[in-house]
């Protein structure tokens, strides 16, 4: 690892460091004084004498004004105020979207004579058949008589999750109505799992037939310079399935879905994504593609805690994604052409891509000077929270023991600013990165025509000469603009957390411990200013929920009428988690704890952490374990 390397990676720590300075320098000068005063009446007279003129204020007090009354700005106006924006935007525009799906494929279309409906037999586990309605049928011509149909490469990555919890997902997917013509589903699994290769393998023998194809990819654990996580997982599955796509036309006409082992997509998902493809084949091949989460499967089981952080980092994702927004950074679940994916070199496998859905936003940034697409797909992905199947206060420490370790991993995603800083440094100091100026460059060598993610995998593979027609287009400066909304973004998600929460620990300790004689009324000013930014940010942040309700109830019905028409819905019991009042009244009075155990704390650690490893022990997040009696039975059996 190089020096700037490691000291962009360190660039948020750096951060916490000179903002305690600041903090110190402005406000602690006073602190030894006050607590020497032999008479702690201080009186007017003597303030000057003793700790000098007042009226002056030093450059470090000035720093601390100007900053702490900046990021209150951000943090309790700004970020609330385009979080509301954009929930209520996303919510109009999920409705529309339903409509503008059935519109032109009639997903939402039925019929009430049973020949009008596609229908599958899905073997379980324990041999028996079982009959899943496809979800919608398409309008004729079909979709899957037209020439050049866009493929869904769908990679659902995998290590020791539970198989009941693999196996929902696929059926989720088997009832779509492109699933049979449209759908390549790889199960990414994990060689340092036991379970992986049988797991996989009872898994396409009961979905055998429910695909276009399915089939397993197995990650080695030992690859040199690889950190065990999600991101070196896809890249092998991608990797791996770049080889089922030889010519450039099937390459273009191809989407990769990347998710998680517990997501359920709607039919609405893979339909929107299919009509912009065909609507849109200038913009296609270099198109990314994101859409919102929702955690609404057992939210009302989990400690409230931990409902509320997920409600937040949910937010956190969509704060983002509205109509005009230039930066749109996926959450979780994403799909990306599989054009795009080639140019850019594929997943990156280091310490610094733990972040895999904002890593390779930002690797599609740099690599492509800004000059790739994203669309918002106005269908969210269903999430389930972490939980524990532990009962009483050991299950509620569990649970939140459980979401801490999942925020560690989201803030040792902080790496990706450091990966940004050194990614846009090589842009001012005009030296481009080796994976894309050098490796396009030397497009017309025919020994290197193989993509980069497939050399990488030991493999064989000729890529035919044209594939790089759509990647030697002419290279453009970066919007300036659009950089620095990037950069903002990026201070929102990894240094706004841990230095708001100095702001107020720093203010709230020097009003207790220094009396108002002794502080520059400029100072007071700013105290009670950022004082009443928090006050208006917690009613923003109120604000939020009251129309995060309207967005839960219309996502979680919307799933739950699909379900039932594909004759899912009995097979999830307590799989749809409702929202009231009564039950969910509280989650508005944990916001800031909740924001400071899962926001401050990790952020804190994670990038101080920073200063000496870039290495996190990647742990799968405990999902709630699926009750299926019967499926529980035949593996005893």
Not at 570 to 597: E, I, K, Q
Request: charged share 20%.
């Amino acid at each position: 690892m190089g020096l700037v390397t490691r000291i962009c990676r360190c660039i948020p720590g750096f951060s916490i460091i000179l903002w305690l300075v600041i903090a110190y320098l402005a406000l602690g000068d006073r602190i030894p004084g006050w607590f020497s005063s032999p008479n702690t009446n201080v009186s007017a007279k003597n303030v000057k004498n003793t700790y000098g003129d007042l009226h002056h204020l030093t450059v470090s007090q000035a720093i601390y004004i100007v900053y702490s009354v900046s990021i209150h700005l951000l943090a309790c106006f700004g970020f609330p105020v385009r979080l509301i924006w954009s929930i209520w935007h996303m919510t109009d525009e999920m409705k529309a979207a339903k409509f503008d799906a059935a519109e032109e494929y009639a997903e939402t279309e039925f019929s009430d004579d049973k020949s009008s409906q596609h229908s599958l037999s899905v073997k379980s586990l324990g041999g028996t058949e079982s009959s899943i309605s496809r979800v919608g049928t398409p309008k004729i011509p079909s979709l899957a008589e037209t020439p050049e149909p866009v493929v869904h490469a769908i990679i659902l990555p995998s290590y020791k999750e539970d198989i009941d919890t693999l196996r929902e997902t696929l059926s989720v997917l088997a009832s779509h109505v492109l699933a049979k013509s449209s759908y390549d589903v790889y199960l990414a699994m994990e060689q340092r799992d036991p379970d992986a290769e049988s797991t996989a393998t009872q898994l396409i023998l009961v979905f055998a037939t429910s695909f276009r194809n399915i089939t397993f990819t197995l990650h080695p654990g030992d690859i040199s310079g690889e950190v065990a996580g999600k991101s070196s997982n896809v890249s092998w599955a991608a990797r791996q399935l770049s080889h089922n796509y030889v010519d450039s036309e099937s390459r273009r006409n191809c989407v990769i879905t990347v998710l998680d082992a517990d997501t359920h997509l709607s039919s609405n998902y893979f339909l929107l994504i299919t009509k912009f493809h065909r609507e849109n084949p200038s913009e296609a091949a270099t198109t990314l593609y994101c859409t919102p989460i929702i955690f609404d499967r057992n939210s009302n089981d989990v400690n409230p805690f931990v409902r509320v952080a997920d409600i937040f980092w949910c937010g956190a994702g969509i704060s983002g994604l509205y109509k005009g927004s230039p930066i749109m950074i996926p959450t979780s679940v994403y799909s990306i052409a599989m054009t795009l994916a080639g140019e850019v070199g594929g997943w990156d496998t280091g310490p610094e891509s733990i972040g895999e859905d904002l890593h390779m936003f930002l690797k599609c940034y740099f690599s492509s000077s800004g000059q790739f697409h994203t669309r918002i797909i106005y269908s969210p992905a269903s999430q389930s929270n972490v939980s524990s199947d532990l009962k009483g206060v050991s299950g509620a420490i569990n649970n939140l023991q459980a979401r801490y370790k999942q925020a560690m991993r989201h803030m040792w995603g902080s790496l990706d600013t450091g990966y940004a800083v050194e990614r846009a440094l090589q842009i001012l100091w005009k030296k481009n990165d080796e994976k894309l100026s050098s490796w396009l460059s030397r497009a017309n060598d025919p020994a290197d025509r193989v993509p980069r993610w497939v050399n990488d995998s030991n493999l064989t593979h000729f890529t035919p000469p044209n594939i790089y027609e759509d990647i030697n287009r002419p290279r453009t400066s970066f919007s300036k603009i659009n950089l620095v909304i990037l950069f903002h973004r990026l201070f929102e998600a990894h240094f706004l957390p841990s230095h708001l929460t100095i702001a107020l620990v720093s203010a709230v300790l020097h009003s207790a411990l220094v009396p108002p004689l002794l502080t520059h009324r400029w100072l007071l000013w700013s105290f009670g200013f950022n004082g009443t930014m928090r006050l208006l940010g917690f009613c923003l942040f109120s604000v939020y929920l009251g129309l995060y309700e309207r967005y839960h109830a219309l996502a979680v019905r919307t799933r739950e009428d699909e379900m039932k028409r594909a004759g899912l819905w009995d097979r999830m019991p307590g799989g749809f988690a409702h929202r009231s009042w009564r039950r969910n009244a509280v989650d508005y009075c944990l916001m800031p704890v909740t924001g400071t155990m899962f926001g401050t704390i990790p952020a804190v650690v994670a990038e101080i952490s920073h200063f000496w490893t870039d290495q996190l022990v990647y742990t799968v997040s405990a999902k709630p374990l699926l009750k299926r009696e019967v499926e529980k039975a035949v593996a005893m059996a």
